[in-house]
């Protein structure tokens, strides 16, 4: 991965992206094979100072399972963050404020549906179950980025990346109640953009193609998805976590300084298809 670097008269020369300096904040942990986790991975190789969060769980398996993948990478600041309570979100920012003084990027890789309306047929999706997979996988990203502006600014810019799916502009069978979410996010970070780009803060969705995760396991036949995926995508197979993660950085990065308000598909070609 590059970045342009002027060199004196000689022209325009290139040498390999670093976050070396640069401090960001990881929303969406939950394991090792979370998609979070595996653009943490390529960060932290890339030299980012990190903070991670986790949400509210009474068994405390996801402060844990952060808390394991925050220590693999040296990362000291692990938060607990609610995406639906607000002071929740402040106390966050207020902290890597103290913490930090300002902030380069925001990587927002959460999403929740209730399992019954995943599994129930899309017209009997509750209206409380509708609201709380906007909240949570869609509205979220903007009180995320409201208190990450300042300490964006401070930095002179930064860039938010969200986490999105084929599903927002498909109706993919038992997707559901996520479809409508996901397609809400991507519409929310364009209005990001519109509105943050003068100020040199960027924001930008990737549509990943279909991967086992936690989050991917509450879609009933999920099996069917991720072999229907592999065999229909432009390269002939499945993507993986670290492909999604090495756009997320380069998205992150200064390299794509001029791309905001997109949604950048990572899915094998799999969305040009006409199966």
């Known amino acids: 991965m590059f970045r342009k670097h002027n060199h004196d008269n000689q022209g325009e020369?290139?040498?390999?992206?670093?976050?070396?300096?640069?401090k960001g904040l990881v929303l969406g942990i939950a394991n090792q094979r979370s998609i979070a986790t595996a653009v943490a991975e390529v960060l932290n190789e890339l030299g980012a100072e990190m903070a991670f969060t986790y949400g509210p769980d009474p068994k405390g398996r996801f402060a844990q399972n952060v808390e394991k993948v925050a220590e693999e990478m040296n990362v000291s600041h692990v938060l607990p963050l609610d995406v639906a309570n607000d002071?929740?979100?402040?106390?966050?920012?207020?902290?890597?404020?103290?913490?930090w003084g300002g902030l380069d990027f925001v990587v927002?890789?959460?999403?929740?549906?209730?399992?019954e309306n995943l599994e129930t047929?899309?017209?009997?999706?509750?209206?409380?179950?509708?609201?709380?997979?906007?909240?949570?996988?869609?509205?979220?990203?903007?009180?995320?980025?409201?208190?990450?502006?300042?300490?964006m600014?401070?930095?002179?810019?930064?860039?938010?990346?969200?986490?999105?799916f084929i599903g927002s502009v498909l109706a993919v069978p038992n997707y559901n109640v996520m479809g409508p979410a996901k397609a809400a996010l991507e519409s929310a970070v364009r209005y990001l953009a519109r509105e943050l780009g003068p100020e040199n803060i960027r924001a930008n969705t990737i549509s990943a193609g279909a991967i086992r995760t936690l989050s991917s396991s509450g879609i009933g036949k999920f099996g069917e998805m991720l072999k229907v995926a592999g065999e229909h995508s432009a390269t002939g197979r499945n993507v993986t976590t670290r492909e999604v993660a090495m756009t997320a950085a380069f998205l992150l990065s200064d390299c794509a300084s001029a791309i905001t308000g997109q949604t950048i598909y990572v899915d094998g070609?799999?969305?040009?298809?006409?199966?």
């Open 153 to 164: 600014r401070n930095n002179g810019g930064g860039s938010v990346v969200g986490m999105s």
């Open 108 to 115: 927002h890789s959460v999403a929740f549906a209730e399992r």
């Open 269 to 275: 070609g799999y969305n040009i298809m006409a199966n």
């Open 87 to 99: 002071q929740d979100i402040a106390d966050v920012f207020g902290k890597l404020e103290k913490e």
């Open 13 to 22: 020369k290139y040498e390999m992206i670093s976050f070396s300096g640069k």
């Open 121 to 151: 047929a899309f017209s009997l999706t509750s209206r409380e179950g509708w609201n709380i997979a906007q909240d949570i996988s869609a509205y979220s990203i903007v009180p995320v980025t409201r208190y990450a502006i300042p300490l």
